[in-house]
């Protein structure tokens, strides 16, 4: 039996990677945006991490025509207000690099004067089917703190300066299958791996 293909509507190496590992075991074949031709960007207009992985999943959906996924995360600074929040990706200007966002985010949030450097990382996900229509929605949070100073190399975008509660390690330094069971991506994957199992189960009579 051929596997159903599942679109992971993201372009970014890292967020692909990692969603990857997250459903590995699931009888679908993974495909990235980057895996397709003549797919028009979907425009991440709302104000709200759901309402963006929404626009995301039904509009990928709808011009690949396959089961999709989208996720929209981000990083909440307490000190900034929740800043940069749905902008985490494009926090600063589109084209700047991450070192360049969480240099000038570190610095603004040292301007502050905010001891604590308390933060969150929230993670949206939401799957549609191939016809367009969302079947499920879900959100989940990861709180923690933020480090003075990147530490490191692995995950990607904010990863090297955000330490989890009840950790001393950043995202950067901890190993992929911790952060994986405790990141907010990996919670509300967790959560999506349930649905997309129930989709691969055998009806009774069928």
């Known amino acids: 039996m051929t596997n159903q293909p599942l679109l ?3 372009s970014n190496p890292g967020k692909l990677r990692e969603l990857r590992s997250l459903l590995a075991d699931l009888p679908f074949d993974l495909i990235g945006l980057t895996d397709l031709s ?3 960007t979907v425009d991440e207009h709302s104000s709200t991490f759901i309402e963006n992985a929404t626009l995301k999943a039904v509009g990928y959906a709808a011009q690949a025509r396959v089961l999709t996924l989208a996720d929209d995360s981000g990083l909440e600074v307490d000190a900034l207000g929740g800043a940069p929040g749905v902008r985490s990706a494009r926090y600063v200007d589109p084209s700047a690099s991450y070192a360049d966002r969480i240099r000038i ?3 603004q ?3 502050t004067g905010d001891s604590s450097r308390t933060a969150r990382f929230v993670c949206a996900v939401a799957v549609a089917a191939s016809e367009a229509n969302i079947l499920y929605v879900t959100q989940k949070t990861c709180e923690g703190r933020l480090a003075e100073s990147p530490r490191g190399k692995g995950g990607f975008g904010y990863d090297p300066i955000f330490i989890p509660e009840h950790y001393d390690q950043t995202f950067g330094e901890l190993p992929a299958e911790i952060k994986n069971q405790i990141s907010h991506r990996g919670v509300a994957l967790s959560a999506v791996r ?3 199992a ?3 189960t055998p009806r009774n009579g069928g």
């Open 8 to 10: 992971i509507a993201t």
């Open 38 to 40: 003549n797919i028009q």
């Open 194 to 196: 349930e649905f997309l």
């Open 109 to 111: 949030v040292e301007k």
């Open 198 to 200: 129930s989709l691969t």
């Open 105 to 107: 985010l570190l610095h």
